[in-house]
């Protein structure tokens, strides 16, 4: 289902949905192409065998699981209607719309506590970036087939390690930062820069620019102040909205601990339990095939 190689660490990756790879398309591009465009591209790509490094996310939860993700990580809003509209799949794109409308009425509150480890500027983290790129080069690559994780050169005792994350039961190091707010509307962690054909959430976002580009909503914000959100997020240029209760922040590692079971959590579109949950990025991890 995927065209990915993935070095270092041999894992279930969180992808399934070919739609999800179409975005991945997208943010390399940053052209929408239809159908027949699209497929040519895609057939061109394949052929000529030009690829592009990928970053990926390593996540891990409370009751012990790892994942690896390569789009995205959500809880709130935009799982609830990503997870509740599936129902209507019939209506192709329309299922967004009306899933919007029928969350706008109650408009939910989720309430936890986030933290996160805030990326570092572009010119400090070049040299990191290099190193990161020499290691990727020389890490023996999964290949993956049907979401099922195959060595091509497996190495005894390759770990990809966490080095950012701690244990749950353990406080933060003091250079992570705790959101002063508790109650949320929604809280997305994306990689690309697209949520979805039409939703543009992070236009500064690159394939491997080391970041993890967190923005949450906190609770306060008016249902209208949505509406212009959401329609902003077709061009890309909700951050000039200046909404006081949307923020944005790129970061390297990020923890969120639900205070209430209340809600979806999703990674890559699929649903995952909701629990406490932490991720790193790791720079450069995978390849994907693309023109850029």
């Not at 996540?59 to 790892?66: D, H, Q």
Request: glycine share 6%.
């Amino acid at each position: 289902n995927s065209l990915f190689n993935i070095g270092c660490y041999a894992a279930p990756f969180c992808t399934s949905v070919p739609g999800y790879l179409t975005l991945s398309f997208f943010s390399c591009s940053k052209t929408c192409l239809v159908k027949e465009e699209l497929l040519t591209s895609c057939t061109f790509f394949l052929c000529k065998g030009l690829h592009a490094p990928l970053d990926i996310v390593s996540l891990c939860t409370a009751s012990g699981r790892r994942l690896f993700s390569f789009l995205s990580f959500s809880w709130g809003f935009v799982s609830d209607v990503d997870i509740t509209s599936e129902r209507y799949r019939k209506l192709g794109s329309a299922r967004f719309t009306l899933g919007t409308l029928q969350h706008l009425t109650t408009l939910r509150v989720y309430k936890g506590r986030l933290s996160y480890l805030p990326a570092e500027e572009p010119s400090s983290r070049s040299s990191q970036g290099e190193q990161s790129s020499l290691v990727a080069q020389h890490a023996s690559p999964v290949a993956l087939c049907n979401g099922q994780s195959v060595s091509s050169r497996p190495q005894q005792g390759s770990v990809l390690e966490d080095s950012l994350l701690v244990p749950f039961d353990q406080p933060l190091p003091k250079d992570w930062v705790a959101v002063a707010e508790e109650e949320f509307v929604s809280i997305v962690c994306i990689y690309q820069s697209h949520l979805g054909t039409d939703l543009i959430l992070a236009p500064s976002a690159k394939l491997y620019d080391d970041a993890i580009h967190l923005f949450y909503l906190t609770a306060g914000v008016s249902r209208m102040a949505m509406i212009r959100f959401l329609m902003a997020l077709e061009k890309g240029t909700h951050l000039t909205l200046n909404c006081p209760y949307l923020h944005y922040v790129p970061v390297k590692a990020f923890r969120l601990e639900p205070l209430m079971l209340k809600g979806h959590m999703t990674v890559d579109g699929e649903v995952l339990a909701c629990e406490p949950v932490q991720g790193q990025i790791h720079r450069r991890l995978c390849r994907i095939i693309s023109g850029s």
